[in-house]
């Protein structure tokens, strides 16, 4: 069993697919604070890459990731 | 601040063309990337006031989503949206047959755009 990081905020994506994902992390994103992780929850199966591409273009921390029967979890913290 | 400019040549005959270049500036603006779609060739059919209501963007099961959606996500995510009165006058259209917030502009323009663009991506 993992133990699992305190987050501020978490975003249900399950069972949406691209560009969804990314687009309403975008905007939850900009209600963080500095500082602060959401957890965004994914069935995605481009997800992984997706995320990846979105902390390097954004600037933003990808803490933490996991992935379990299909679903993938990220946590993100926000650092720009 | 990167930048991609999109350039949108489909229009109603093509539904399964219509989303993509769309959805995709739309991730790219949730990606803080600047980016601008130029609706050319038959695109602007696409933004005439009620045509993105009824063209359904297919999909294999059967069950599309209308085109509006994907024009209102792109639109509230800052995607800037332009036009050039020649391809409009292909289809006997004038900006005021469109939807609001389309910008229209000139070929200079759109080249100019494209020169400071860091990637034009054309469909």
């Given amino acids: 069993m993992t133990t699992e990081m305190a987050v501020d905020q978490t975003l249900d994506c399950k069972g949406m697919l691209c560009p969804l994902p990314i687009v309403k992390l975008s905007k939850a994103f900009k209600t963080l604070e500095q500082g602060q992780v959401l957890l965004l929850i994914a069935t995605d199966p481009g997800s992984r890459p997706d995320i990846e591409a979105w902390k390097k273009r954004t ?22 | 601040m990167s930048s991609i400019l999109y350039v949108h040549t489909g229009g109603v005959k093509t539904p399964e063309r219509s989303a993509t270049p769309i959805y995709l500036a739309s991730t790219a603006a949730a990606m803080d990337v600047e980016v ?43 995607v800037e949206f332009y036009v050039c009165q ?17 910008k229209m502009i000139g070929g200079a323009a759109f080249n100019d755009m494209a020169l400071d663009a860091d990637q034009v991506i054309c469909f």
Wanted: aromatic share 8%; proline share 5%; glycine share 10%.
């Fill in chain 2, 36 to 78: 601008g779609i130029y609706f050319t060739v038959n695109g602007p059919q696409l933004l005439e006031k009620g045509v993105a209501e009824k063209l359904i963007v297919p999909k294999h099961d059967g069950e599309g989503a209308p085109l509006i959606r994907f024009i209102t996500q792109a639109l509230d995510l800052g």
């Fill in chain 1, 59 to 80: 600037g933003n921390e990808l803490v933490q990731q996991s992935e379990e029967d299909k679903v993938f979890k990220f946590w993100l913290r926000k650092t720009v």
């Fill in chain 2, 86 to 102: 020649p391809s409009l006058d292909l289809h006997g259209l004038t900006q005021d047959d469109l939807i609001d917030n389309v």
